[in-house]
């Protein structure tokens, strides 16, 4: 080791400058924390999969793979990743071309309600479409058997369809959001082109516009496809009941079962190994796909592209949109937020029915509650500033100082990216339950941990993109004008990305803010989140008090998307 | 007495030298261009200069003191050298105003506020930015951004400038101001102004003298602007100052032919000497606007071609004129020409070159194959 | 028939602010068959909109448009032939060529549209590359190649299905200046060959002179001038176009009693004859910085002073002053006067001009915006 860190650092940069002793500082600081809350996690899962002690041990990893209940638990993922991916995939793609290429109207309108599915957590909707269409409870199905007579409910939400289409609700954005701006970036005079070569609008759209946003709708549904294989909140509420499990919740009954014991958590670990597994095989194939075509769309003069005329189609499709749209956000938020002043679950929505004592028991008698929300408040904003330092600290190091070595702390820091967050809770524990001397199990440090390694990769990518607005030269005007390197960071090179870095921490803020499938694993007595309350209030059928709990929970989501929204309404200068 | 002295220094990027042995003395007062083709290498001279980037060997020396010896282990730092530096992307700081920008340096060294303030009003005066010093950069247009560059410089330093590339990006009429207004400020000021480009044609406009650089990162010439035109010191040297026509010829004793697609030509009044050390292989370069083309019948004078096109381009004519199977390009005043006659494509004509350069040709010039 | 017929071509745009702006104003034209016209103007004059509207991507607000004898677009009778079956040419300015199909199928994609047979096809895009000079790249992806042949695919996609009508969209800005100048001539050469029918839009004005056989200057979405280069460059109608057409001067002058004296200042008038039916007030003088004279001899022009010297590649550039105000003068090499030194001015083909008001400049301004 010390042989290697030597030969990491033996040498300057090749820019040139002597950088006194920081630029080596917070090179060494990030690698050191990265090498903890990453690294350490991954090697002690395989370590412990394949050693018993000391020896290797084959015999668990066999076994764990072998079993016929988890050999049905990767079936399931793989069949609900494949179909989120492929509706989430065409979904995407449908409002993309009718946002970025016809004439409907209400675009802006659209375009602001295709973001929401983003700001909640998909558990949410599990909620909500559960109250909707659990077989037997759902208002839903109710309506229906009262109306009919029927003695079968219209829908069962507990099932793998009932899965696929929550998640699928969740995670359409991603093709949505890419293969929008794909579309707004490429040169119009590309499709124009084709038209003047006498190709009609639909020709120019198979042969054309549809081949050019191929790498966007692949890396779309590659997001699709990974965060659907180690998802965790929804297989979670809608599968248990009907026995349906996948790797993620496989694992979490296996840790859950075996109540802390170390041969559960080294099963879970071995599990693990399958899903991180599954995870690469599917980032290969993305690479094979992305590999095949990458162009630079983005030049020329921009002009507004020639959209298409809806004509007579245009009423209904906006119809269609506006009424999915409607199901999609608008229906899971409504329920939610009705249910949370029911009396009980199960009474008919009337004004009688509700009440505000939901809201009083979890914000007033309720201590778990309470501290939960604390306890989410510590977490969030702790794991974003500290997170949010760390990014900056590993983009400088990567783009500005390149020293050897940055390769290797680059890739450890974007390895989180494709880690399941239940993955990473395992060897976080393995880690931080005293196998180094350390035992931090049951306290909030060791969710601290976890939450940091989850989020360095969107700090890191956040920090990157604006540290790399802030060219070389305008440091070095500064060095020219008579400051010192030290005096260059903090009178120029900090300013500068300041905005970028508040709006990084929000970045992280908000998805720890509802984080459920890293803290359920590792939550203790009086370590709770608020994902973690939710969910288990929820399961424990309490399910008007866990509604009430989700409508705070949007109530502090929204609240910090407008905090974003006014941080980051005006980049001075940049 | 020389205000920037490099001796033999030596410059590497990665593996590869990027400067070899260059040495450069910049007079104290004057206005130095250093012309060359783009990675040449004149901007890594710039960022030695400024202490950006370590030289390998040599040293470089700022008012007679030491500033980068890497034999004496010597790096000054690039805040201590005292350079008012413009870059080519302006690198005006986008969170300061103009004002903020241009008193930055000042705020470094410690000028006293008020004196400070004084200064920053006057440098902004003096590129013409007074009435926006409280614009922000995103408010201004490139032209704009780069005078609050050269303001901020002209604070930072009273005695050296160094300004890389900083008008290339500047459409050409903005371009052309800002060359006469560089030149005025080095002239009303007194500083000494080092301009690194590879567009000659500014390099010659506003300088007193320039370097011509080769793509080896070597000096190939060192003169005023007028002396360089006038008498560039080799074919390259020639060719990279502008449009040009290079005709082989063969020295036979004497008597002077040209390589033509039909064989040997008889080549007369070349109207320049040829230095006797040279060898028999020749080149004839002449600028387009240094010849006349006249129709055939009326020719005193000069080698035969067939006029192959011909563009007329408001103040002036451009000529494709066929000399021998090698293309010659004319350049007459419009006015003059219509004078003169202007010749019809295809026809014959009679071709004089007015001010004619001789090169010795490299021996490996294909135009001599024909 | 290839002709095109522009009949009160009227467009109206509605920007983000809830302006109208008239982008194009009652434009009329007929485009001759076989002719190369160009469209001349700054940013924001209209000519992209009104070559936009021939081709079909924008609707118009008023008029028509005929190509040959066959109405295209005429607002009145709503009716409006999509981009697709109007038959023309077009090359863009930012290439348009298919990243993801290689040359051979980028050529290939008209005759696919229309499934030509296979033979035929191969054979025609082979033609198409030869014409282009890209024989042998019919493999290659447009990334792998540079700008220039970037622009050749797109040329030769333009010609393969032998459009009679060929629009440019500014083809030639993302190039640059050398490879400019030859694709110029690459364009003209296809012509010929094709014989088709061009309209070049462009605002690069010596682009547009070499090019073309008439073209037209368009001001703030109006037509200010129609003619041949050659007329345009020596009768330009108004100033505007005077200044678009190549380096200018314009002296503020006074017209007193049929006599022209600078603005302000010296009592001596300007030798100059005024055109017929101007009376006495204010107007300006143009000139060309090469159309001027310049002596120290007493009785050759209107006295002045040198103020600056330039040298250039290939003039000396003088900024004289006349009575207060500065005229640029361009001179051969070799006549070399000094700064400072009085002076006296020739001008050898002024023209006389009303001034414009500050309004316009400003509308021209605000227009670039949109």
């Not at chain 1, 909707?132 to 409870?137: E, F, N, Q, V």
């Not at chain 1, 991603?174 to 040169?187: G, K, N, P, T, Y």
């Not at chain 1, 992280?508 to 007595?525: C, D, H, K, N």
């Not at chain 3, 073309?212 to 050659?230: A, F």
């Amino acid at each position: 080791m010390k042989f290697f860190l030597t030969s990491m650092f033996g040498r300057e940069t090749s820019r040139g400058d002597r950088r006194f002793g920081l630029d080596r500082i917070v090179f060494l600081l990030s690698l050191f924390i990265l090498i903890v809350t990453v690294l350490m996690p991954m090697l002690m899962i395989v370590v412990r999969t394949f050693f018993k002690g000391t020896q290797p041990d084959w015999a668990l990893f066999t076994r764990v793979v072998m079993a016929p209940e988890n050999l049905s638990a990767i079936y399931n993922t793989v069949k609900i990743g494949f179909f989120v991916t492929l509706f989430g995939t065409v979904l995407g793609l449908f409002y993309a071309w009718l946002i970025g290429r016809s004439d409907i109207p209400m675009k802006g309108l659209m375009k602001a309600l295709f973001t929401i599915p983003y700001m909640f957590p998909p558990f949410f909707g599990a909620m909500a479409w559960s109250l909707l269409l659990a077989p037997r409870s759902g208002y839903m199905n109710k309506w229906f058997m009262q109306l009919t007579g029927s003695t079968s409910p219209l829908l069962d939400i507990n099932s793998i369809g009932g899965i696929v289409f929550v998640e699928t609700c969740y995670y359409f954005p991603f093709v949505f959001l890419q293969v929008v701006s794909a579309l707004e970036r490429m040169d119009p005079t590309l499709e124009e082109s084709a038209r003047i070569a006498g190709a009609g609008q639909w020709y120019v759209i198979r042969k054309i516009t549809l081949p050019l946003v191929l790498p966007a709708i692949a890396a779309g549904a590659m997001l699709i496809l990974i965060s659907s294989l180690s998802h965790f909140g929804v297989p979670a509420i809608l599968g248990f009941s009907n026995n349906i499990f996948t790797l993620p919740t496989k694992i979490y009954q296996l840790i859950n079962r075996s109540a802390g014991s170390f041969d559960g958590i080294r099963e879970g670990a071995a599990l693990s190994i399958l899903l991180v597994a599954v995870v690469v095989i599917a980032l290969y194939i993305q690479r094979i796909v992305l590999k095949t075509g990458h162009y630079d769309i983005i030049k020329g003069k921009s002009m507004r592209p020639m959209l298409i005329k809806l004509r007579g189609a245009k009423i209904p499709l906006l119809g269609i949109s506006l009424l999915s749209l409607f199901v999609i956000v608008v229906v899971p938020l409504f329920m939610i937020f009705i249910v949370g002043f029911l009396k009980a679950y199960g009474l008919p929505l009337t004004l009688q029915n509700l009440t505000l004592r939901n809201y009083e028991y979890i914000l007033g008698q309720s201590k778990m509650v309470r501290d939960s929300i604390m306890n989410s408040l510590f977490l969030s904003v702790s794991s974003g500033v500290i997170t949010m330092f760390l990014g900056v600290m590993i983009a400088y190091v990567v783009i500005k100082v390149k020293p050897r070595g940055k390769g290797f702390l680059e890739m450890l820091s974007l390895l989180p990216y494709s880690i399941p967050g239940l993955v990473l809770a395992i060897g976080v524990i393995l880690v931080w339950s005293g196998a180094f001397g350390i035992n931090l199990y049951n306290t909030i440090w060791i969710i601290l941990i976890a939450y940091i390694a989850r989020y360095v990769s969107f700090a890191m990518k956040s920090a990157s993109a604006s540290l790399e607005q802030v060219h070389y030269s305008l440091e070095e005007a500064a060095r020219s004008c008579g400051a010192t390197h030290l005096e260059s960071l903090r009178d120029i090179t900090i300013p500068l990305i300041r905005p970028g870095m508040i709006a990084g921490f929000f970045l992280i803020f908000l998805p720890a803010m509802r984080e459920l499938t890293t803290s359920v694993l590792l939550y203790g007595p009086f370590t709770r989140t608020l994902g973690v309350a939710i969910y288990a209030i929820n399961s424990e059928g309490n399910t008007v008090q866990a509604s009430a709990l989700a409508t705070v929970a949007i109530g502090i989501i929204i609240a910090g998307h407008f905090a974003l929204r006014y941080v980051t309404r005006d980049r001075k200068g940049l | 007495m020389a205000i920037v002295s490099m001796r033999d220094i030596t410059v590497h990027y990665g593996k590869n030298a990027v400067i070899d042995g260059l040495s450069l003395e910049v007079e104290r007062g004057e206005n130095l261009a250093i012309v060359g083709p783009s990675s040449c290498g004149k901007t890594t001279l710039m960022r030695a200069l400024c202490g950006f980037i370590k030289i390998a060997r040599g040293e470089i020396l700022l008012n007679d003191g030491v500033v980068s010896s890497p034999s004496r282990r010597i790096m000054v730092a690039p805040e201590k050298r005292n350079i008012g530096v413009v870059f080519q992307d302006y690198a005006v700081w986008p969170h300061f105003t103009v004002f903020e920008n241009i008193v930055y340096p000042m705020r470094k060294r410690k000028v006293p506020k008020e004196e400070a303030k004084e200064r920053a009003l006057a440098a902004m005066a003096q590129v013409k930015m007074q009435d926006f010093a409280d614009r922000l950069p995103s408010q201004l247009s490139g032209g704009q951004q780069q005078r609050v560059a050269l303001a901020r410089a002209l604070v930072s330093s009273s005695e050296l400038i160094v300004l890389d590339e900083p008008i290339t990006n500047l459409d050409a009429k903005l371009r052309e101001e800002m060359a006469y207004e560089i030149r005025n400020l080095q002239k009303t000021i007194g500083v000494t102004v080092i301009y690194i480009t590879h567009d000659q044609e500014t390099a010659m406009t506003i300088s007193d003298r320039m370097v011509i650089m080769d793509k080896k990162g070597a000096i190939r010439q060192l003169g005023s602007p007028e002396e360089i035109w006038n008498h560039p010191k080799d074919r390259d040297v020639y060719a990279f100052l502008g449009v040009s026509n290079f005709l082989p010829l063969l020295n036979e004793n004497g008597s002077l032919h040209l390589v033509s697609s039909s064989g040997k030509r008889k080549f007369g009044g070349l109207g320049a000497d040829i230095p006797e050390d040279f060898g028999s292989r020749l080149l004839l370069a002449s600028r387009p606007t240094d010849i006349r083309v006249t129709p055939l019948p009326d020719a005193a004078g000069g080698v035969e071609g067939v006029v192959e096109r011909v563009t007329y381009l408001g103040h002036q004519f451009d000529y494709f004129v066929n000399v021998g199977g090698h293309t010659v390009r004319v350049q007459e005043d419009s006015l003059e020409a219509f004078g003169r006659g202007v010749p019809a494509e295809g026809s014959p004509c009679a071709v004089e070159f007015l001010k004619p350069a001789v090169y010795e040709a490299d021996p490996l010039d294909p135009r001599f194959d024909l | 028939m290839s002709k095109i017929t522009l009949k009160n071509v009227t467009k109206e745009f509605v920007t983000r602010g809830g302006h109208r702006v008239t982008a194009v104003d009652n434009f009329n034209l007929e485009i001759r068959e076989g002719e190369c016209f160009s469209f001349l103007g700054p940013s924001g004059c209209g000519k992209t909109t009104t070559l936009r509207m021939i081709a079909g991507f924008e609707d118009l607000t008023e008029g028509e448009i005929w190509l040959g004898d066959k109405p295209v677009s005429v607002k009145s009778k709503n009716l409006y032939v999509p981009p697709e079956e109007r038959g023309l040419g077009m090359v863009f300015q930012a290439f348009a060529v298919w990243p993801h199909l290689n040359v051979f199928e980028n050529v290939a994609f008209p005759l696919r549209v229309k499934k030509t047979p296979r033979d035929e096809l191969r054979e025609r895009v082979m033609t198409a590359l030869g014409h282009t000079d890209l024989q042998g790249a019919e493999k290659a992806y447009p990334s792998d190649l540079s700008g220039g042949q970037q622009q050749r695919i797109a040329l030769a996609r333009s010609i393969v299905t032998n459009p009679r009508v060929m629009l440019l969209d500014e083809p030639l800005s993302n190039l640059d200046p050398k490879l400019r100048e030859s694709m110029r001539f690459e364009i003209k050469a296809l012509q010929k060959k094709f014989n088709f029918t061009i309209i070049f839009v462009t605002h690069d004005q010596s682009e547009a002179m070499a090019l073309s056989d008439r073209m037209l200057v368009m001001d703030l979405g109006r037509i200010i001038q129609v003619g041949t280069p050659r007329e345009m460059y020596q009768n330009p109608s108004n100033k505007f176009v005077y200044g678009f057409l190549g380096l200018s001067n314009f002296l503020k002058v006074r017209v007193r009693e049929g006599r022209v004296f600078p603005a302000e200042g010296t009592v001596q008038p300007i030798p100059f004859e005024l055109p017929e039916g101007v009376s006495d007030g204010e107007g300006l003088l143009a000139s060309r910085p090469n159309e001027i004279g310049l002596s120290r001899t007493e009785g050759t022009g209107y006295p002045g002073r040198i103020e600056k010297r330039l040298y250039m590649t290939f003039c000396i550039e003088y900024h004289v002053n006349i009575a207060g105000q500065v005229i640029r003068v361009h001179t051969p090499h070799g006549n070399v006067l000094p700064e400072g030194c009085g002076c006296f001015v020739q001008f050898r083909n002024p023209r006389w001009y009303a001034g414009e008001s500050e309004q316009v400049e400003l509308e021209r301004i605000e227009r670039q915006v949109i």
